[in-house]
């Protein structure tokens, strides 16, 4: 899928909105309200032409809707995509998805993969378009997130798709092989991880100011 692509489905998301929000009013005001709407349509539009920096999350079998949910508004708050891929909890099928995103889910733009069965699907799009993948798992050969982010700050206008895996049994090993780097956090004191939506806070975080 182009860029271009994922530029109209995220316009045609928020036009949907609008135009339920101006149907639903039943006043002036309500109407000339729904207008703010829009405006996120003319901002996205142009910062996606201007941009060549796309970054991408791509879920992989996450099971629980307030972890998704976080992650969500997450992407919202840094501008980043989301990928639903596995049986990771779906915004468009799991309300608790929605509570816990407190509607995020409206205005960042989700992709939710057809396949169940794998990630691959979703791997695949991503070369496709470019991205430089990356999976947040802690391995024998994993890098630490300060020297990555130092590695790659040489580097500009790199896009990235970062995948995070089951709260239990973590990223799989099939997407560990395809991706281009694995990235671990370091941990200073006695936890060696962290749930799976502080992990991806900070990783997101840290690789948007690395490309800011």
């Given at each position: 899928m182009s860029k271009t692509l994922y530029i109209l489905v995220y316009i045609k998301r928020l036009l949907l909105h609008s135009a339920s929000t101006?149907?639903?009013s039943h006043s002036l005001s309500m109407y000339y309200k729904s207008f703010w709407f829009f405006l996120p349509i003319v901002y996205t539009t142009l910062f996606y032409y201007t941009s060549k920096v796309m970054h991408f999350v791509i879920l992989e079998n996450i099971r629980s809707a307030y972890n998704v949910g976080n992650i969500i508004r997450t992407a919202d708050a840094l501008g980043w995509w989301v990928v639903i891929s596995w049986y990771t909890a779906r915004p468009s099928s799991q309300p608790k998805v929605a509570k816990s995103s407190l509607g995020a889910e409206k205005s960042v733009t989700i992709i939710e993969m057809e396949d169940l069965?794998?990630?691959q699907p979703?791997?695949?799009r991503a070369k496709k378009n470019d991205l430089t993948l990356v999976a947040a798992e802690i391995t024998e050969s994993s890098t630490n997130l300060v020297?990555?982010?130092?590695?790659?700050s040489t580097l500009t206008n790199?896009?990235?798709?970062?995948?995070f895996g089951n709260e239990v049994q973590w990223v799989e090993q099939t997407t560990l092989d395809t991706v281009d780097y694995i990235v671990h956090i370091p941990m200073l004191w006695v936890k060696s991880s962290l749930n799976v939506w502080q992990?991806?806070?900070i990783l997101m975080r840290e690789l948007s100011?690395?490309?800011?």
């Open positions: 101006i149907i639903s069965r794998e990630t979703a791997l695949d020297s990555f982010t130092q590695e790659m790199v896009s990235y798709g970062v995948v992990s991806c806070a100011k690395n490309q800011s």
